[in-house]
């Protein structure tokens, strides 16, 4: 009987999530009507700072080694949170940049598809980084160094001003995306 | 004929005859080209539904050639489900090659875990299997097994849909909306057959309010299908109004380097 209220439970679990699903997709269109109010700041000369292994040797070498692990720690946990604001960052151009797809104009739609598969890129890596920097979290020495998640979310940035530039060429960069 | 056999005859009929609507609407809008295998599944559908009718009523009315009949038809049915599930799978990644091998690993890994779920459960179960009409031994074990299979590709078909929506739902992938109602109506399906698969295993009600209330959801999700088959997709647009100001620096660093280049 236990094992019939767990499988019951499961399936009305399920049930529920995909009636959520049908009722709304996970950003809804509001987001795309003002994207701005959903974009996190992302200050990558930081997180650049935080993930670099030279720093982090630095530290290493010149801290004691109980303060090196609570200093660690707390790094590794700003660098949780700059990584979850440049995936939701991408999650927000994702949907913009989903729609430019569309477009009649063949060079907007290739920026737009180009913004796309980076920001499917950076999301993914996001995906794989966060699991790796809990775990330096627990384990402060184990060398970590997500460093591609800057680089990645420089180049979709690069992509978003090509396509603001396409989509808006007389309007300039701040009416872009 | 009583309310029970006459709402039996309509929860068997209707959802088949709305079918046709699916399949008239799929030609229509082309979509039998981007979904085969759920063009030939609802074909299927419509006709296994029609070719139980004759034998239900010419042959041997529920007896065990309508069992057998039954049988086979499901196994095919549920083959044809998978290629379904696969058919949006492929579908869904095209449009996103940066993570299509993500989504392969995940398609293998999701199958595989669920399939060692199934057998797991289909261990585990007691071999309850529903009263039969005739006592007859291969009729009892057909059912037993086909209930037991039933289960099993419950579990896989909606552990792999819902695999599929936590995928695109985690990566912000915009479903096209038939892939979408497609997608959602198996995946009620197959939840709602793993429910009714898992009360019929160990609560004593009677097998009929079971097997009306499988007739009902499968008629809820034909009419999920025909309302995003028919329905046209909506027109998405957008135009920014602001711009974040704490990344207009950045950017303009970036469309500088860009011009220089």
Partial sequence: MIITLILVSVALLALGFLIRLAKGRALPAQVLENP???MRAVDLEAFRNLVDPEEEEFLRTNLPSSEFRRIQRERLRAAVEYVSCAAQNAAVLLRLADAGRRSPDPATAEAAEKLVQNALRLRLYALQAIPKLYLGMVLPGARI???GIADRYEQMTRLVVLLGCLQYPTRGVSAAL | MSASVMLFYYLWIAPHVLEGIVLYAMVRRGLHRQFPMFFLYISF?????FCLLAVSQYVSYFGQVYIQVYAVGLAVSTSIRFAVIYELFCHFFRRYPA??????????????????????LAVS????????????????????????????????????????????????LSWRSPAFGIALGMGTFAIAEFATTALRLYVPISNKVFDRSAMGIYHLCVLIWILYVVRPEPEFRF??????TYDLEIWNQELERLLQQ
């Fill in chain 1, 36 to 38: 701005t109010e959903h």
């Fill in chain 1, 145 to 147: 160094s997500p460093v």
């Fill in chain 2, 45 to 49: 559908e419509i006709a296994q539904c």
């Fill in chain 2, 99 to 120: 993570i299509s091998g993500a989504g392969k690993l995940l398609f293998r890994g999701a199958s595989l875990a669920l399939l060692l779920i199934a057998l797991g």
């Fill in chain 2, 125 to 172: 179960a007691p071999g309850n299997t529903p009263a039969a009409p005739l006592n007859d031994a291969t009729y009892v074990a057909l059912r037993t097994t086909t209930f037991a299979a039933d289960r099993a590709v419950s579990i896989l078909q909606g552990g792999l849909l819902i695999s599929l929506f936590l995928f695109s739902r985690y990566f912000v």
């Fill in chain 2, 239 to 244: 135009e920014l109004k602001s711009l974040p």
